[in-house]
C-alpha cells in the first residue's frame, strides 16, 4: 500500500476541561472516498479544523503528503491542496456567485500588487483563464445562470454547491466536506455525489468527508472511520463497520464494556 | 460681501473638501474593502505632515522628497502598527488603533526638539525662530497660478482635486483587479478566505499601508494648505471626520468619498450661516459646535432611513 495522503496520529484538541479531540489516529489512503463519521460531539468537526489549520492542536501530528502540517497557518495548507467546506457555507454574500468561484484559483498573479503593477498583461491572462474554469465549474453545479447575482441570494442548497465549486476551483488534492449533503435538496445532493465519484475517478482526486446520513456513506465511500468521544474507534470497509460491535454501541449510546 | 457668496470662502471648503476626500479613501480602503476598523488613521496624516516639515526644516530636505519621506514613512508606520495588531479580533484591534495615534499625537507634543511640541511647527528651528516649511510649496503653487491663469485658492482647489481624483480613479481600478476581491472576501469572512489559500494578514497589512500612504498625501496638502499645524490638529476627532465622510458617502466604493466630503465639508462650513433665530440666539463660538450636532444628526437620519450611505447599495446591505 502507498503511503497515505493524510496521516493523522494521536492528535488532541481540547476546549477548557472538555477533551474534543483525544488522541484521534488514522490514514486517508490517496484516491479514497473516506467517511468520517461518529456520533454528535464525536470530535468530527473539531478534528476538520485541526486539520486544516483552523484550530491548533495540542498534541500529536498531522501530516499531508509526507509533510507535517499541524504547525501550519489555514491559508498555506490550503495551498498545498487541502482544502476544505464548512457545515454551514462560508459563502461571501456581498460578493457575486462567479467573483466567489474566480476567488478561489490558486496562484493567481493579479492577487499580488507586484503581479499586477509589473506585469499587468500576465494577470489579465490568468484571470481570464480563471473566468472560463470558473464558468465551468458553475455550470458543473448548475448556478452558472445565478453568475451575476450576489452570492446571498443563494439557497442553503445552493450554497453548499457554490462552496463546492469554489473548492474545486483551487484544484485541491484533498478534499474536507463538512456533511456536503445536509441542507441540501436529495436530487442536488445526489448531483453532488456524483461530481465527487466522477472527479475521484478522473482526477484522482482524495475526499474525506463528514455525513450523518448513513446511507450516502455506505453507498459512496470506500473507507469509513468512526469517532466517539474525541478517539477513532473503528475504521475499515463500510461493511466492516456497520457490524463492528464497538460502532453499533457508539451509535446506540450504549456505554461499551470494557 | 458677505460669506455666503464670498467664492474665497467656498474654495476654502472645496480645498478641505479635497484633502478630506484623500483623508476618507484610506478608511475606505481599510475598511470599505478590507473592513478593518481603523480609528487611528489621523496618525497617518500626522506622520505624513511632520516628517516632511522636520525635513524640510531641520535637514534642509528638497520639499518633495521630504513629501514622499512622511509617505513611505506613513507606510511603515502602517506595518509597525499592523504587525502586532492585526491578528487580534476587529474590537481590539480598533481600541490599539486609536491608542496608536494618541501616542504619537502625544509624543509629538512633548518632544519639542524634534516636533517643535505643542507650540507647532513655527518652533521647529527653536525657540525665538520662525520655521517655515512651505516656501517651495508656494513657489510651486505659484507657477501654477500663472501658467493657468489662476488666482492662489484656485490653483490649490486645481492641484488639490487633481491628487484627490487620480486617488480615487486608482482605488477604483485596484478594487477590480483579483487583489480588490481578495481584500473584499476578507471583509465578508476572513475564515473562508484562508480556507481557500489566501494570506489574510498579508492582504490586512497591504490594505493599511496603502490606506496609510493616503492618509500621509492628505496630510501633506493639510500642511500646504494651513503653513503651519501642531500636534492637536491630529486629535482623533479627525480619524471620526473621515468614518463620517466614508459613511455618509456609502461604504465600498471608490467615488462615493469625494461626495461624501464634499456633502460634509458643505455641512461642516454651512452651519456657520445659521444666523437666523433660533440660532441668532447663540453666539459664534457656540454656533461652531452646531456643525458636528448637524453632521449627527444626518448620521443617525442616514441610519434611520438610508443606512447604505448617499450612494452605496441597499442591496448589498440587506444580503446575509
Given at each position: 500500500?502507498?503511503?497515505?495522503?493524510?496521516?493523522?496520529?494521536?492528535?488532541?484538541?481540547?476546549?477548557?476541561?472538555?477533551?474534543?479531540?483525544?488522541?484521534?489516529?488514522?490514514?486517508?489512503?490517496?484516491?479514497?472516498?473516506?467517511?468520517?463519521?461518529?456520533?454528535?460531539?464525536?470530535?468530527?468537526?473539531?478534528?476538520?479544523?485541526?486539520?486544516?489549520?483552523?484550530?491548533?492542536?495540542?498534541?500529536?501530528?498531522v501530516q499531508f503528503e509526507g509533510r507535517r502540517i499541524d504547525r501550519a497557518p489555514s491559508h498555506r495548507i490550503a495551498r498545498r491542496g487541502l482544502v476544505r467546506t464548512f457545515q454551514v457555507p462560508r459563502t461571501l454574500t456581498r460578493l457575486s456567485v462567479l467573483d466567489n468561484v474566480l476567488l478561489a484559483a490558486s496562484g493567481h498573479p493579479g492577487e499580488r500588487l507586484s503581479g499586477l503593477l509589473l506585469r499587468p498583461a500576465r494577470a489579465r491572462a490568468y484571470e481570464r483563464k480563471t473566468r472560463h474554469r470558473a464558468h465551468e465549474l458553475l455550470e458543473l453545479v448548475r448556478l452558472d445562470k445565478h453568475a451575476q447575482d450576489y452570492a446571498g441570494v443563494l439557497s442553503g442548497g445552493q450554497r453548499k454547491l457554490l462552496d463546492f465549486?469554489?473548492?474545486?476551483?483551487?484544484?485541491?488534492?484533498?478534499v474536507l466536506l463538512d456533511e456536503p449533503m445536509a441542507g441540501v435538496n436529495p436530487v442536488l445532493g445526489r448531483q453532488l455525489l456524483e461530481h465527487v465519484l466522477q472527479l475521484r475517478a478522473e482526477g484522482g482526486m482524495t475526499f474525506l468527508f463528514v455525513e450523518h446520513d448513513l446511507a450516502v456513506v455506505?453507498?459512496?465511500?470506500?473507507?469509513?472511520?468512526?469517532?466517539?468521544?474525541g478517539r477513532v474507534i473503528a475504521s475499515g470497509t463500510p461493511t466492516d463497520v456497520r457490524s463492528d460491535e464497538r460502532v453499533v454501541d457508539a451509535y446506540l449510546g450504549v456505554v461499551p464494556p470494557t | 460681501m458677505s460669506t455666503i457668496a464670498s467664492f474665497g470662502f467656498w474654495s476654502f471648503v472645496g480645498i478641505v473638501a479635497g484633502i478630506y476626500t484623500l483623508f476618507a479613501l484610506g478608511v475606505q480602503v481599510q475598511f470599505g474593502f478590507a473592513g478593518l476598523l481603523n480609528f487611528g488613521h489621523v496618525a497617518f496624516m500626522g506622520i505624513g505632515a511632520y516628517t516632511m516639515a522636520?525635513?524640510?526644516?531641520?535637514?534642509?530636505?528638497?520639499?518633495?522628497?521630504?513629501?514622499?519621506?512622511?509617505?513611505?514613512?506613513?507606510?511603515?508606520?502602517?506595518?509597525?502598527?499592523?504587525?502586532?495588531?492585526?491578528?487580534?479580533?476587529?474590537?481590539?484591534?480598533?481600541?490599539?488603533?486609536?491608542?496608536?495615534?494618541?501616542?504619537?499625537?502625544?509624543?509629538?507634543?512633548?518632544?519639542?526638539?524634534?516636533?517643535?511640541?505643542?507650540?507647532?511647527?513655527?518652533?521647529?528651528?527653536?525657540?525665538?525662530?520662525?520655521a517655515q516649511y512651505d516656501d517651495q510649496w508656494r513657489s510651486f503653487l505659484g507657477s501654477v497660478e500663472s501658467g493657468l491663469h489662476v488666482g492662489g485658492d484656485v490653483a490649490m482647489l486645481i492641484v488639490v482635486w487633481t491628487v484627490a481624483l487620480l486617488a480615487v480613479v486608482a482605488v477604483w481600478l485596484m478594487m477590480k483587479t483579483p487583489w480588490g476581491r481578495v481584500l473584499k472576501s476578507i471583509r465578508e469572512d476572513e475564515d473562508a478566505a484562508a480556507s481557500l489559500?489566501?494570506?489574510?494578514?498579508?492582504?490586512?497589512?497591504?490594505?493599511?499601508?496603502?490606506?496609510?500612504?493616503?492618509?500621509?498625501i492628505a496630510g501633506l496638502f493639510y500642511a500646504w494648505?494651513?503653513?503651519?499645524?501642531?500636534?492637536?490638529?491630529?486629535?482623533?476627532?479627525?480619524?471620526?471626520?473621515?468614518?463620517?465622510?466614508?459613511?455618509?458617502?456609502?461604504?465600498?466604493?471608490?467615488?462615493?468619498?469625494?461626495?461624501?466630503?464634499?456633502?460634509?465639508?458643505?455641512?461642516?462650513?454651512?452651519?456657520?450661516f445659521f444666523d437666523f433665530p433660533p440660532f441668532s440666539l447663540l453666539d459664534s463660538t457656540e454656533r461652531a459646535y452646531l456643525r458636528l450636532i448637524v453632521i449627527g444628526l444626518v448620521i443617525i437620519g442616514l441610519m434611520l432611513f438610508r443606512p447604505q450611505g448617499i450612494f452605496g447599495s441597499r442591496r448589498e446591505m440587506v444580503l446575509e
Amino acid at each position: 500500500m502507498s503511503t497515505p495522503i493524510l496521516a493523522v496520529r494521536e492528535v488532541v484538541r481540547t476546549f477548557g476541561g472538555l477533551r474534543a479531540v483525544d488522541g484521534a489516529s488514522f490514514d486517508v489512503e490517496q484516491g479514497s472516498i473516506t467517511a468520517l463519521i461518529g456520533p454528535n460531539g464525536a470530535g468530527k468537526s473539531t478534528l476538520f479544523n485541526v486539520v486544516s489549520g483552523f484550530l491548533s492542536a495540542e498534541g500529536g501530528s498531522v501530516q499531508f503528503e509526507g509533510r507535517r502540517i499541524d504547525r501550519a497557518p489555514s491559508h498555506r495548507i490550503a495551498r498545498r491542496g487541502l482544502v476544505r467546506t464548512f457545515q454551514v457555507p462560508r459563502t461571501l454574500t456581498r460578493l457575486s456567485v462567479l467573483d466567489n468561484v474566480l476567488l478561489a484559483a490558486s496562484g493567481h498573479p493579479g492577487e499580488r500588487l507586484s503581479g499586477l503593477l509589473l506585469r499587468p498583461a500576465r494577470a489579465r491572462a490568468y484571470e481570464r483563464k480563471t473566468r472560463h474554469r470558473a464558468h465551468e465549474l458553475l455550470e458543473l453545479v448548475r448556478l452558472d445562470k445565478h453568475a451575476q447575482d450576489y452570492a446571498g441570494v443563494l439557497s442553503g442548497g445552493q450554497r453548499k454547491l457554490l462552496d463546492f465549486a469554489r473548492v474545486l476551483m483551487t484544484e485541491p488534492r484533498l478534499v474536507l466536506l463538512d456533511e456536503p449533503m445536509a441542507g441540501v435538496n436529495p436530487v442536488l445532493g445526489r448531483q453532488l455525489l456524483e461530481h465527487v465519484l466522477q472527479l475521484r475517478a478522473e482526477g484522482g482526486m482524495t475526499f474525506l468527508f463528514v455525513e450523518h446520513d448513513l446511507a450516502v456513506v455506505m453507498e459512496a465511500s470506500d473507507r469509513v472511520i468512526v469517532m466517539n468521544e474525541g478517539r477513532v474507534i473503528a475504521s475499515g470497509t463500510p461493511t466492516d463497520v456497520r457490524s463492528d460491535e464497538r460502532v453499533v454501541d457508539a451509535y446506540l449510546g450504549v456505554v461499551p464494556p470494557t | 460681501m458677505s460669506t455666503i457668496a464670498s467664492f474665497g470662502f467656498w474654495s476654502f471648503v472645496g480645498i478641505v473638501a479635497g484633502i478630506y476626500t484623500l483623508f476618507a479613501l484610506g478608511v475606505q480602503v481599510q475598511f470599505g474593502f478590507a473592513g478593518l476598523l481603523n480609528f487611528g488613521h489621523v496618525a497617518f496624516m500626522g506622520i505624513g505632515a511632520y516628517t516632511m516639515a522636520i525635513l524640510v526644516v531641520k535637514e534642509d530636505m528638497n520639499m518633495w522628497a521630504a513629501a514622499g519621506c512622511g509617505v513611505l514613512l506613513a507606510m511603515l508606520g502602517g506595518v509597525l502598527l499592523g504587525l502586532p495588531t492585526l491578528r487580534l479580533r476587529a474590537d481590539y484591534f480598533a481600541i490599539t488603533t486609536i491608542a496608536f495615534s494618541e501616542i504619537l499625537r502625544y509624543v509629538a507634543t512633548n518632544e519639542d526638539r524634534l516636533t517643535g511640541g505643542s507650540q507647532g511647527t513655527i518652533n521647529l528651528a527653536g525657540i525665538g525662530k520662525t520655521a517655515q516649511y512651505d516656501d517651495q510649496w508656494r513657489s510651486f503653487l505659484g507657477s501654477v497660478e500663472s501658467g493657468l491663469h489662476v488666482g492662489g485658492d484656485v490653483a490649490m482647489l486645481i492641484v488639490v482635486w487633481t491628487v484627490a481624483l487620480l486617488a480615487v480613479v486608482a482605488v477604483w481600478l485596484m478594487m477590480k483587479t483579483p487583489w480588490g476581491r481578495v481584500l473584499k472576501s476578507i471583509r465578508e469572512d476572513e475564515d473562508a478566505a484562508a480556507s481557500l489559500g489566501k494570506n489574510v494578514f498579508a492582504y490586512k497589512l497591504q490594505a493599511l499601508v496603502v490606506g496609510a500612504a493616503l492618509g500621509a498625501i492628505a496630510g501633506l496638502f493639510y500642511a500646504w494648505q494651513f503653513s503651519y499645524f501642531s500636534p492637536d490638529d491630529f486629535a482623533p476627532l479627525l480619524t471620526f471626520f473621515a468614518w463620517m465622510i466614508v459613511i455618509l458617502g456609502g461604504l465600498g466604493k471608490a467615488w462615493t468619498v469625494p461626495v461624501g466630503a464634499i456633502v460634509f465639508g458643505v455641512i461642516f462650513a454651512g452651519t456657520r450661516f445659521f444666523d437666523f433665530p433660533p440660532f441668532s440666539l447663540l453666539d459664534s463660538t457656540e454656533r461652531a459646535y452646531l456643525r458636528l450636532i448637524v453632521i449627527g444628526l444626518v448620521i443617525i437620519g442616514l441610519m434611520l432611513f438610508r443606512p447604505q450611505g448617499i450612494f452605496g447599495s441597499r442591496r448589498e446591505m440587506v444580503l446575509e
